[in-house]
């Protein structure tokens, strides 16, 4: 099994920084996409940011420019860098990785628990 523990989330106030980390545990034999997810009250989560294991990054058009995701492979941990955040980045943001715990093991998809997010305007 693998488990991922979210940190970082908080209050900040608009145009204000976070940085949001995920750090994987557990049996893990190697981990291929790592992602952050967000959902905010009444609506439906959302793909963030997602980053391969070769350090290949892609955004949702709504973070693009204010958001980077990176990761540390050594580490298996993921970061999200918020920058310029606006009220509508309010929501729980849940890390998501796909991984193997052997060899001849299957990808499974693993989840957080979620940190929560919250800009005051």
């Known amino acids: 099994q693998v488990q991922l523990v979210e940190s970082g989330g908080g209050l900040v106030q608009s145009g204000g920084s976070l940085r949001l980390s995920c750090a994987a545990s557990g049996s893990i034999f190697s981990i291929n996409v790592m992602r952050w997810y967000r959902q905010a009250p009444g609506k439906q989560r959302e793909l963030v940011a997602g980053?391969?294991?070769?350090?290949?990054?892609s955004y949702a058009d709504s973070v693009k420019g204010r958001f980077t995701i990176s990761r540390d492979n050594a580490k298996n941990t993921v970061y999200l860098q918020m920058n310029s955040l606006k009220p509508e980045d309010t929501a729980n943001y849940y890390c998501?990785?796909?991984?193997?715990?052997?060899?001849?093991?299957?990808?499974?998809?693993?989840w957080g628990k979620g940190t929560l997010v919250t800009v005051s305007s």
């Open positions: 980053i391969t294991s070769g350090g290949t990054a």
């Open positions: 998501y990785a796909i991984a193997r715990t052997s060899y001849v093991s299957d990808l499974v998809i693993y």
